[in-house]
């Protein structure tokens, strides 16, 4: 069975500075999909950026990064220079390929950025 | 505008009245969800489909029912609503149910927020 897991469920970063959340999945699958989605307090989910398990580079797009770590199972999400916007619920989520496979998602780091 | 669209964003009702809520993509996507989010629960699949015409079980399909008569529609119908169906409803989308690369991501709409009393 696959599983996500936020270790952090609330971080402070200052405003400008880098920040890093943590996500380790487990799963016995070789092919597989990795997610990050952000839910402002209006509540909608944004896609962010994603990470397939065979892809050779961490992905990036804009101030987001991932920092793939496949042999230890993790998939942390960078966010570069924050900003005040960025505070927020973000979400790490993990899909197979096999027929449907739900977006199993972690329970969310809650990320507040500082002035 | 490529979106996913729900309606209604806002929702009361009471025990046992049948509801419906609208979901629509003009992405041309296949596969289509339906989650709940509820605190300390997470995000929980309720039901999705393939294609036109095929739904299946999520993790969570009790009390619910779903149809695929078009690709850009999902509608979820509550027959019978009960007060632990209160919970915040996300319709996604995505190109494919299948592994890939561009196309995997899901894309969700801006949420049904249900309350049943």
């Known amino acids: 069975a696959q599983k996500i897991t936020q270790t952090q469920p609330g971080m402070f970063v200052q405003e400008k500075e880098a920040v890093t959340l943590d996500c380790t999945y487990d799963?016995?699958?070789?092919?597989?999909?990795l997610f990050w989605y952000k839910q402002p307090s209006s509540g909608e989910m944004i896609f962010l950026i994603y990470?397939?398990?065979?892809?050779?580079q961490n992905a990036t797009e804009g101030r987001y990064s991932l920092n793939f770590q496949k042999a230890r199972k993790s998939a942390n999400l960078v966010i570069s220079a924050s900003q005040l916007g960025d505070s927020a619920m973000y979400f790490c989520?993990?899909?197979?390929?096999?027929?449907?496979?739900?977006?199993?998602f972690g329970k969310g780091t809650r990320l507040s950025v500082i002035a | 505008e490529a979106q996913v669209t729900q309606n209604p964003r806002y929702l009361i009702t009471v025990t046992g009245k049948k509801l419906t809520v609208t979901c629509s993509q003009n992405?041309?996507?296949?596969?289509m969800s339906w989650y709940r989010q509820d605190p300390g629960l997470g995000l929980r699949q309720i039901y999705y489909?393939?294609?036109?015409?095929?739904?299946d079980k999520g993790d969570v399909p009790e009390g619910y029912k779903v149809s695929r008569k078009e690709k850009r529609n999902f509608p979820l119908i509550l027959e019978s609503p009960s007060p632990n169906q209160t919970s915040l409803y996300f319709c996604?989308?995505?190109?494919?149910?299948?592994?890939?690369?561009?196309?995997?991501?899901?894309?969700f709409g801006p949420g049904t927020r249900l309350t049943v009393t």
């Open positions: 489909s393939m294609n036109v015409e095929v739904t």
């Open positions: 990470q397939g398990s065979y892809d050779q």
């Open positions: 799963t016995s699958d070789p092919s597989y999909g």
């Open positions: 989520a993990m899909r197979e390929p096999a027929g449907n496979t739900p977006l199993v």
């Open positions: 996604a989308s995505s190109f494919t149910g299948l592994a890939g690369g561009p196309g995997y991501e899901q894309y």
């Open positions: 992405m041309n996507h296949e596969y």
